[in-house]
């Protein structure tokens, strides 16, 4: 079944390129048994297709993160290296998508994935060139870097995934919780990030509880292994509260207690004492302005625009439908679902196509730009360590 807002008819039905078109509404429909979802746009009138703006600085991440393939190009024989480790495998030709299923997902992550996927083409649609690629939707990275080293070393698979770190390959894609994370309750991105703005304003700062809060799983990562030390005892209270995150539990009372925007009441303090709040809070303003600013749903969709545009560019070959590849399409994705599943989706649709194109990605880092920013950094986590260290040696002469 092909969507009425998917395929050529679609992609032909909108353009970029018209100056001053006559004005004209378009209207289409999510068709299933149960209900049908109009979806009503008109077309643009502006004479300019190119977006003024400027893609935030973390879009320039975009090269590093493909900079293994940037000599050697991708073949298909690559792609298909990282079939191992994928879940799932994406191709998009002239404006459909597709999708091969290798092994079982967690939950819906690959779902919502792919729903990312097909918003993303109704946004620009005809914009997007043809790709294929590999998705490995677990919560590690899987392609390290120390397995292609060395004086035989091959070339790495690309592989996209939800996450990467310095020791790894893993090509970084939005996650799928952006469209919706049903199963937690955690609504499409647009939806909470207004809850948050609104709680985030309901308490001051100054009134809130003077903690640094967190809650998760402490058995996904050292990092997080680590960080449950700080969770407060009878004998040291480091000013943090940290809890873990009980599946099982959480799966009884239907995730009823893991409400995000009712979290905003912790101060967000590295040391006690009240001449640090003042940092803090600018810290905590800083955060909450890039949340609102620098990660809407625009720029997340602008985001994976950019990458699948320039990993596209690398491919050595035309991407082709694979055998065992079955066409998804919006009509599919939300008629066979129902509750949380069907209802995220149909808040996170894109109901109109922009009528300006993406933002402008800011030029790749030179190598002394990215030296200076990677020194920074570790800095900063030898400052850490080095708190960390002093606290424990005076914890130790108490």
């Not at 973390?58 to 590093?64: C, G, K, P, S, V």
């Not at 495998?89 to 404006?95: C, L, N, Q, T, Y």
């Not at 597709?98 to 996927?117: C, H, L, N, P, S």
Request: one cysteine or more; glycine letters at 6%.
């Amino acid at each position: 079944m092909e969507s009425v807002l998917s395929g050529d008819s679609f992609r032909r039905g909108w353009s970029y390129a018209s100056t001053k078109p006559p004005h004209k509404k378009f209207e289409y429909s999510i068709i299933c048994s149960d209900f049908t979802q109009p979806v009503t746009f008109e077309e643009s009138n502006s004479s300019s297709s190119s977006s003024t703006e400027t893609c935030p600085e973390y879009f320039r991440w975009i090269y590093e993160d493909l900079k293994p393939w940037r000599k050697t190009g991708i073949t298909r024989e690559m792609v298909e290296g990282a079939k191992t480790p994928a879940h799932i495998r994406i191709v998009a030709v002239e404006g459909k998508v597709y999708m091969e299923k290798y092994k079982w997902v967690f939950q819906t992550r690959d779902a919502f994935t792919i729903w990312g996927v097909l918003q993303l083409l109704r946004l620009y649609p005809g914009k997007l060139p043809d790709f294929d690629l590999m998705f490995e939707c677990g919560d590690k990275p899987v392609i390290k870097r120390h397995d292609y080293q060395g004086p035989n070393a091959t070339t790495p698979p690309p592989l996209f995934h939800y996450c990467g770190d310095d020791q790894s390959y893993d090509i970084a894609f939005p996650d799928w919780s952006f469209w919706g994370w049903p199963e937690i309750r955690i609504k499409p991105w647009t939806t909470l990030k207004e809850e948050l703005k609104e709680a985030n304003n309901r308490t001051k700062w100054v009134d809130r509880e003077p903690y640094a809060y967190w809650r998760g799983n402490i058995k996904m990562g050292k990092v997080r292994e680590e960080l449950s030390k700080c969770t407060h005892t009878d004998e040291q209270d480091w000013n943090a509260r940290i809890y873990n995150l009980d599946w099982g539990e959480e799966t009884v009372n239907q995730f009823n207690t893991s409400e995000l925007s009712n979290q905003c009441i912790h101060k967000w303090i590295i040391k006690s004492g009240t001449e640090f709040w003042e940092n803090a809070r600018e810290i905590g303003k800083a955060g909450s302005r890039f949340v609102q600013e620098e990660l809407t749903m625009k720029f997340v969709y602008d985001y994976m625009f950019h990458l699948l545009s320039e990993y596209s560019k690398l491919l050595k070959y035309m991407p082709a439908v694979p055998p065992g590849a079955v066409e998804v399409c919006s009509e599919t994705m939300v008629c066979s679902w129902k509750g949380l599943q069907k209802k995220y989706k149909l808040q996170s649709m894109v109901k109109t196509p922009s009528d300006v194109g993406p933002c402008r990605i800011p030029a790749p880092y030179d190598p002394a730009e990215l030296r200076d920013i990677l020194e920074r950094g570790d800095n900063v986590v030898k400052q850490v360590e080095m708190l960390e260290k002093n606290s424990l040696e005076n914890l130790d002469g108490i």
